[in-house]
Antibody, heavy 112, light 112 residues
Framework: EIQLQESGPGLVKPSQSLSLTCSVTGYTITSGYDWSWIRKFPGNKMEWMGY???????NYNPSLKSRISITRDTSKNQFFLQLNSVTTEDTATYYC?????WGPGTMVTVSS | DVVLTQTPVSLLISLGGQASISCRSS???????????LHWYLQKPGQSPQLLIYQVSNRFSGIPDRFSGSGSGTDFTLKISRVEPEDLGVYYC?????????FGAGTKLELK
């Protein structure tokens, strides 16, 4: 069965970059599907951030377009999120997902 | 961006009762290919969201037939019959027809 697992720092300082890794097991990310990053803010609001497709093309939420980059390492079956110039408003739980399966999420706090 | 308006914000249901959640879109969710990419998720406490229904009315693998989705165009409904304790949590609709993908604000299902 497919499993996704997020990893990365839980605390990031304002103005720095947030970098997260999604490790996928049970399915090869080049075989199909879009591979997304989604975040949930304190409260219930969910935001789709963007995805990298199985072919390597990317699609980003325009609200983040100048700050976000999603890349991958096919040899490790991982994909990555980088979000630049973070502020306290980027504090959220970050999920990687295939759509039908999600990772457990990782909480990231932006604070000095 | 497409706005998904979910109602109600919260639901108090007795065990064995029926729940109905509405998701109304600010524009049609029919894709140019004819498909409608409106999905329903449940986030149980302490867990990541799980897919319940995809493309309006298709139950995902392992989802009991107590869950049903319906609707078309801009108006969609999730019904849960014979509510069980494991159904509690926050329900979200998600549209993937238009970019950026957007979520409803969530409906919290609690026991009466």
């Amino acid at each position: 069965e497919i499993q996704l697992q997020e990893s990365g720092p839980g605390l990031v300082k304002p103005s720095q970059s947030l970098s997260l890794t999604c490790s996928v097991t049970g399915y090869t990310i080049t075989s199909g599907y879009d591979w997304s990053w989604i975040r949930k803010f304190p409260g219930n609001k969910m935001e789709w951030m963007g995805y990298i497709s199985y072919s390597g093309s990317t699609n980003y939420n325009p609200s983040l377009k100048s700050r976000i980059s999603i890349t991958r390492d096919t040899s490790k079956n991982q994909f990555f999120l980088q979000l630049n110039s973070v502020t306290t408003e980027d504090t959220a739980t970050y999920y990687c997902a295939r759509g039908d399966f999600w990772g457990p999420g990782t909480m990231v706090t932006v604070s000095s | 961006d497409v706005v998904l308006t979910q109602t109600p914000v919260s639901l108090l249901i007795s065990l064995g009762g029926q729940a109905s959640i509405s998701c109304r879109s600010s524009q049609s969710l029919v894709h140019s290919n004819g498909n409608t990419y409106l999905h329903w998720y449940l986030q149980k406490p302490g867990q990541s969201p799980q897919l319940l229904i995809y493309q309006v009315s298709n139950r995902f693998s392992g989802i009991p037939d107590r869950f049903s989705g319906s609707g078309s165009g801009t108006d969609f409904t999730l019904k849960i019959s014979r509510v069980e304790p494991e159904d509690l949590g926050v329900y979200y609709c998600l549209q993937r027809t238009h970019n950026p993908n957007t979520f409803g604000a969530g409906t919290k299902l609690e026991l009466k």
